[in-house]
């Protein structure tokens, strides 16, 4: 029986999966994106029912000011995140750093100055969006004459078990999963990919009938 070898389906079938994977792979690099997440102050209402949970009571402590340059908070993160770490150190009562930020920074200053938060250890600051716009930096007073209270260790010596068994998910989740995670461009190249596929398996058969043709 004679062999028949059609070559541009072939080479679809080859080529097509190679393309797939390698610019799958980099569009999946440039949408790896990261997020921040902030709590935003409460909005200060006429009838001063919420102050307690707003900006105001903290804001005439002691603040040393920093202005932000445009665009320069990222070239300057060594010296915040410093500043911020001189401020633990000290530990003085009512006191801070006041970023001060305006209408010709950019978004990017204002991550930067949160990712010298993250990298300081620095929990506890607040963003003034009602007045200043700037970012304040609030001290973590730790009073060093401070000591625990006594009382009776209720827990200690107790073991706590977890009965409940994790979930483990089948291969049905794990596909879907999978799928749930690709790119949408990537479903062109799987689209393309089938269409040849289709397109070779319908030449193949074409080639299949004529040759019986031929032989007679």
């Known amino acids: 029986m004679r062999k028949i070898y059609y070559v541009p389906g072939l080479i679809s079938a080859i080529l097509i999966p190679v393309l797939f994977w390698y610019y799958g792979s980099q569009k999946a690099e440039e949408i790896n994106i990261s997020v921040i997440d902030i709590g935003l102050p409460a ?17 005439n402590w002691d603040y040393k000011k920093i202005n932000i340059a445009s665009g320069a908070a990222k070239e300057n993160s060594k010296l915040y995140v410093s500043e911020l770490k001189n401020l633990q150190k ?24 949160l990712n010298d938060m993250s990298i300081a250890k620095h929990g506890t600051y607040a963003l003034d969006i009602e007045k200043t716009g700037h970012l304040f930096a609030i001290v973590e007073y730790e009073d060093p004459n401070r ?21 483990d998910p089948n ?21 393309g990919f089938l269409l040849f596929l289709n397109i070779s398996m319908l030449s193949i058969k074409e080639n299949l009938q004529l040759i019986p043709k031929k032989l007679a």
């Open 90 to 113: 000290r530990n003085e009562k009512e006191t801070g750093i006041e970023f001060i930020l305006d209408q010709n920074n950019t978004y990017g200053d204002f991550v930067s100055l």
């Open 43 to 59: 909005k200060i209402r006429d009838n001063n029912e919420m102050s307690y949970i707003t900006f105001e009571p903290l804001r």
């Open 171 to 191: 291969l049905f989740d794990k596909m879907q999963q999978i799928y749930t995670d690709i790119p949408k461009d990537v479903y062109y190249f799987i689209f």
């Open 147 to 167: 000591t625990d209270p006594e009382f009776e260790c209720l827990l200690c010596n107790d073991n706590i078990s977890i009965t409940e068994e994790a979930y």
